[in-house]
């Protein structure tokens, strides 16, 4: 690292419902949940990340956890800023002890259904952070950056990016979104589901964060997988008794958990590719589909949208950080990807 760095502070920024990523010179130096811990009564942020991660569902009435964003966009800005602003810090202490430079530009990703309005909120809570030069790229462009695709040749590829907030289904050729679908059904929609279902069938009161964990540790779409994972030993309250208590899941419970909502991606890939002009279809028939985002890890997901397309179906190399590698490389060859950058 040269004195220079200092001085060219670039960073790209992967803002998402479940996980903020921020990368710098092309290696990832932030990697946290999306979530800030603040006092109640003087609104001060307590922790950030990881560490108001662990104290989530947990506070007392002096503390708060938000997660500041919903469905993919920005739902508490002030809460936001406070966020972005406390991860940057976290590079710059990490690197530069008590020095905190100014980030000069800042690459952002934003959902491809986002609107306006939107839009300039990010980059507002973007310039609030010292962030002078703001870009944006949308999410489905990075993560097929990322993934190794070349957006630029004339040959459709589709993208299916699952993170905690949204679905997004995006066919991308010459640099542009052909056509995309996106849809509020992604990994917050099943931990609820696993949550429902736990209460429902076993009786067990659950939170967020144990729905997560089943769904990391059983979850899957397939009723029959080739490589079952073990049965998950899931803690709880007894609704009955109000008393702590132990219940075992196993993969094919929670695949009936997921069902509905697997069914309504599928639907919204049905339909993406069923409004997909012909000559890509055929790009597709070919190169199939790219699956990122962390509920691209879901057991038997591939599988199953292959059956259900009859197309190939590949997961990406590391669905959590797709995203994010994109716009890492969109942020350190900023001309030549400029034609899909937005100011
Ligand atoms: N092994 C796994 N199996 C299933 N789901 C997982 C797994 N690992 C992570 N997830 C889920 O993936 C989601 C996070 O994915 P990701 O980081 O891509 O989302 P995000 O970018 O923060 O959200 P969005 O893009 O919707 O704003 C969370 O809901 C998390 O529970
Ligand atoms: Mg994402």
Not at 20 to 33: A, C, F, M, Y
Not at 159 to 174: F, M
Request: glycine share 8%.
């Amino acid at each position: 690292m040269s004195i220079l760095d200092f001085f060219y502070n670039d960073v790209a920024v992967d803002l998402g419902t479940a996980n903020t990523l921020i990368i710098q010179n092309g290696s990832i130096v932030v990697d946290e949940p999306s979530i800030i811990a603040l006092d109640r009564t003087t609104n001060k942020m307590i922790a950030v990340g990881r560490k108001a991660m662990q104290m989530h569902e947990k506070t007392h009435d002096n503390i708060k956890t938000i997660r500041p964003l919903k469905d993919g966009v920005i739902a508490d800005f002030h809460a936001a800023e406070h966020m972005i602003r406390g991860m940057i810090k976290m590079i710059h202490t990490a690197k530069w002890g008590v020095l905190t430079p100014l980030a000069h530009r800042m690459i952002i990703c934003i959902p491809s259904g986002i609107t306006d309005v939107e839009k300039r909120a990010v980059r507002d809570s973007a310039e609030h952070t010292g962030a002078k030069e703001v870009y944006m790229i949308s999410e489905p462009i990075a993560a097929a950056i990322g993934i190794g695709i070349d957006i630029e040749a004339p040959v459709g590829s589709m993208i299916v990016d699952i993170g905690g907030g949204t679905t997004e289904i995006a066919v991308i050729a010459l640099s542009g979104i052909v056509c995309d679908q996106s849809i509020r059904v992604a990994g917050d929609v099943f931990s609820k589901d696993i949550l429902d279902y736990m209460r429902r069938k076993h009786n067990l009161l659950i939170g967020e964060r144990t729905a997560e964990k089943i769904k990391i540790g059983v979850g899957a779409v397939l009723e029959e997988l080739d490589a079952p994972p073990d049965d998950f030993e899931v803690r709880g309250r007894d609704l009955m008794t109000g008393i702590p208590k132990v219940v075992r899941v196993n993969y094919k419970e929670i695949a009936s958990a997921l069902e509905k909502s697997v069914l309504k991606i599928e639907e919204a890939i049905l339909k993406a590719l069923e409004i997909s002009p012909p000559e890509l279809s055929a790009d597709i028939y070919e190169n199939g589909i790219y699956l990122t985002g962390g509920g691209a890890l879901l057991r038997g997901l591939d599988k199953r949208l292959a059956q259900r397309t009859q197309l190939p179906v590949h997961i990406a190399e590391d669905p959590l950080q797709a995203v994010a590698r994109g716009t890492g490389v969109a942020l350190k060859n900023l001309h030549s990807y400029k034609s899909v950058l937005m100011t």
